[in-house]
């Protein structure tokens, strides 16, 4: 089934795709929200009437846009800034204890924020800085606030929705998809490969995730998307990209043709129990068999749990990966 919106198309753009949306009774977390499509997302959703929460590292720059998007929307627009670094661990834990104590419901996440083509780095977790970045930290992001987005749909009877930004880059990986066990490894890492493989994890996450969800009931949905090429920022650490984004950026999509993908999944009512799917410019889309692969996606779920839900230190987590190399060789 072709499911998206009549009409809807790369050029929409996110309020086209949300217009006569009333979004007053939906609260979302957007991470990454202080450039390019993320913010766009914040302040679509904030005109169209939702509380929004702008999850970012840079919590001046977020301040900014809040009140960027506050004299546009109006002073009725209820915008919260919370300091969430997604490439560590320990941040999102931290993100997470603070959002709770707000007492404010949780009825749609967006794991917006990424970077892309960076070279080889290990987070402060000790994990590869695109997976770290990209995939683990909305990981756990997305698995310890899953309580909180049950609890709001069945009190509120409004379904929940998870987006994972991805790519249509996660059909772009390493051979195996994932390198679980090299994941670390700085021999044989390819920039762009180690992207794909980050946003293909999303993908994964996000089929073992509606498994899960579909089979206890819960009304929460989870699907991912691409955004398309667009002209954003993302590829400041890799020169050529960022270079060729720049000298193309005319054929590319505006940022905000970019993010009407994610808020037409986010607030769409044509979507309504749809979860587990990939979406391109608004329409149902066909990921690789890759992203379709449910033994991987399980494999990944466990290996992730490992990583994030363990609260092992780095060190703990480097000694493990130099182990299980060895033991390959």
Not at 53 to 62: D, G, P, S
Not at 111 to 130: K, R, T
Request: positive net charge; hydrophobic residues 40%.
């Amino acid at each position: 089934m072709n499911r998206g919106g009549i009409g809807f198309g790369s050029s929409s753009t996110a309020e086209q795709v949300t217009e006569g949306i009333d979004a007053s009774h939906i609260t979302a977390i957007v991470t990454g929200a202080t450039s390019g499509i993320g913010r766009e997302t914040a302040r679509v959703l904030a005109l169209r009437g939702a509380e929004v929460v702008i999850a970012a590292r840079n919590v001046e720059l977020a301040n900014e846009v809040r009140e960027a998007i506050m004299q546009e929307v109006g002073i009725h627009a209820r915008i919260h800034v919370m300091e969430l670094d997604v490439s560590s661990l320990q941040s999102v834990r931290k993100f997470v204890i603070s959002f709770k104590s707000k007492n404010l419901p949780l009825n749609v996440l967006i794991n917006n924020a990424g970077i892309m083509g960076c070279p080889f780095s290990l987070s402060q977790d000790g994990v590869e800085l695109q997976f770290a970045t990209n995939y683990l930290g909305h990981f756990l992001l997305t698995n310890l606030l899953l309580d909180k987005m049950k609890s709001t749909a069945e009190e509120s009877k409004i379904e929940g929705r998870i987006v994972h930004v991805s790519s249509m880059v996660h059909k772009y990986t390493y051979d195996s998809g994932i390198r679980m066990h090299k994941i670390n490894e700085a021999a044989g890492y390819s920039t762009h490969k180690a992207y794909g493989q980050s946003k293909l994890a999303l993908m994964l996450h996000a089929n073992e995730l509606s498994r899960r969800l579909t089979q206890e009931k819960a009304n929460v949905t989870i699907n991912s998307v691409h955004p398309g090429a667009v002209a954003t920022k993302i590829a400041r650490h890799h020169t050529l990209l960022a270079f060729a984004t720049s000298l193309f950026s005319v054929f590319l999509k505006s940022i905000a043709q970019g993010a009407a993908t994610q808020c037409f999944v986010a607030l769409h009512p044509s979507l309504c129990k749809v979860t587990g799917k990939y979406f391109v410019d608004c329409k149902e889309a066909k990921p690789s068999s890759l992203a379709m692969d449910a033994e991987l996606a399980e494999n990944l779920w466990h290996f992730s749990a490992e990583l994030a839900l363990s609260k092992r230190s780095s060190k703990t987590l480097r000694e493990q990966n130099q182990s299980t190399t060895s033991e390959e060789t």
